[in-house]
């Protein structure tokens, strides 16, 4: 039996799920404080939803989707993004949600790629969405709330560049322009790019090797072919950002791997992490994602982190890791009248919303004092057969790195060891 996971996926087990979980609750209470409301679709949706939505062009849909057929002969795919499946869910549900509705999620995704350090094949992602306002203010709402998020989290070296991609009215006449300057030097590119050059031109943008060539920085912008509609929305989106203080950069070549964006693109990027890693998180404006699902036309912008990315981004910029420890008090009982107190200690505790924990059986001291620290508890609450006797329980701290013999111990009453943890910060004692 193989006890390793498939790959590309991983195990998230204590310490580092205790990290994951900070983030998860940092994500509902940052997306609740700007008055996104939590979703959840299905892990699979039919097949035809992300082939139709995130464009027969986009790595995501060409190379990455986990496509299998169930036992009625259906395609499904398990989801590789949620933006599609919210859109879906929206459209069905509409005359029963609010106007606008906004939604977010904390989900896993699966993406078909060759694994490495920061992308994995089941990953997670912290996403929102803003559905039904065409206004500026919606896409300067979701970036701030992005960037709120990532800077809370204390990753400083943070970089948002931002676009404006166009919509139907200004691309098609840009992308004509683009094939223009491009073909003449098609033999330039490399064999992917010049995929790239007749299926969707504005992808070129995002040719790592060639990226940086004389070639592609001297292309024509897409934000220098807006039509006058998409010119004002990123100027009024660009102001907005300036007007609350989100620091960010114009990158005229910023195009994203989905082909449901319209207008406003943008992408959070860490120094920590490698370059084609950088990436903590994206999303943009996508107006005409209804309209290819069959609904009618309704604007859209949101944008999904990565949370296994941004957590290996923290250490790397002195950031603290989030989450915590495990049980505030470990019961330490000694003997068979001291494991009766201790039973009904932990019970108390566990009522006035303590996390506690204990051994299951008698065991030496020294023995249950390894346990506690195993379990990641901030103080051990000590009885013995002296403190039966005394009506009392030693309470002693666990801070990591302290030596033997050097610990704070205090003896406190029995009935008053609740009330003395509540007068604690027991959870910064780790
Ligand atoms: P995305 O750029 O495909 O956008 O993914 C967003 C983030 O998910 C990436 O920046 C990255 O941090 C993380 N991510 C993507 N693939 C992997 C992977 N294989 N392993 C680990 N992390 C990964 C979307 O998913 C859009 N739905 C965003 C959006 C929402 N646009 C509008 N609304």
């Given at each position: 039996m193989e006890l390793q996971p498939p790959r590309g996926t991983a195990d998230l087990l204590p310490p580092a799920s205790d990290a994951m979980l900070g983030l998860y609750e940092a994500a509902h209470r940052s997306a609740r404080l700007f008055g996104f409301r939590y979703v959840e679709t299905p892990t699979?949706?039919?097949t035809e939803l992300f082939a139709r939505t995130s464009g027969e062009t986009s790595d995501v849909v060409t190379k990455e989707m986990y496509t299998f057929e169930d036992k009625g002969g259906r395609s499904l795919t398990?989801?590789?993004?949620?933006t599609a499946s919210i859109v879906r869910a929206y459209l069905e549900n509409a005359h029963d949600l609010p106007n606008p509705f906004k939604a977010y999620h904390v989900s896993q995704q699966f993406r078909h790629g060759r694994p490495q350090a920061g992308r994995l094949r089941e990953f997670r992602q912290f996403g929102v969405e803003t559905i039904g306002v065409a206004a500026p203010g919606a896409d300067v709402e979701v970036i701030a709330l992005g960037d709120r998020f990532l800077r809370g989290?204390?990753?400083?070296d943070l970089e948002l560049q931002v676009n404006s991609i166009g919509d139907a009215e200004c691309r098609p006449a840009y992308r004509e322009k683009l094939i223009a300057y491009l073909e003449p030097h098609?033999?330039?590119?490399d064999e992917d790019c010049r995929t790239r050059l007749r299926?969707?031109?504005?992808?070129?943008?995002?040719?790592?090797?060639?990226?940086?060539?004389p070639l592609v920085l001297g292309a024509p912008m897409i934000s220098d072919n807006l039509c006058q509609a998409c010119a004002e929305h990123f100027a009024a989106v660009r102001n907005g950002l300036d007007a609350d203080g989100v620091a960010f950069e114009h990158d005229p070549r910023l195009v994203r791997?989905?082909?449901?964006?319209?207008?406003t693109t943008f992408e959070f990027a860490s120094g920590a992490l490698s370059q084609a890693q950088s990436a903590l998180g994206g999303g943009g404006r996508y107006d005409g994602l209804a309209e290819v699902l069959g609904g009618p036309a309704t604007p859209g912008v949101g944008f999904a982190l990565g949370l296994d990315r941004i957590l290996l981004a923290m250490p790397a910029t002195g950031a603290r890791t989030p989450g915590g420890a495990g049980v505030a008090c470990f019961v330490v009982a000694l003997g068979a009248e001291a494991t009766t107190v201790g039973t009904r200690l932990l019970k108390d505790l566990r009522e006035a919303g303590i996390p506690a924990a204990s051994a299951f059986e008698d065991r030496p001291l020294k023995a249950q004092l390894r346990m506690a620290d195993r379990a990641g508890a901030a103080y051990v609450a000590i009885v013995g057969e002296r403190e039966v006797e005394a009506g009392t329980a030693q309470l002693r701290r666990l801070a990591s790195g302290e030596r033997e013999g050097e610990q704070e111990q205090e003896e406190v009453p029995l009935d008053d060891v609740v009330n003395w943890f509540s007068r604690t910060d027991w959870a910064a004692e780790r």
């Open positions: 699979f949706e039919h398990l989801r590789p993004e949620q989290r204390g990753l400083d098609a033999a330039e590119l299926t969707n031109p504005l992808r070129v943008f995002d040719c790592k090797v060639d990226g940086k060539t791997g989905l082909d449901y964006y319209t207008r």
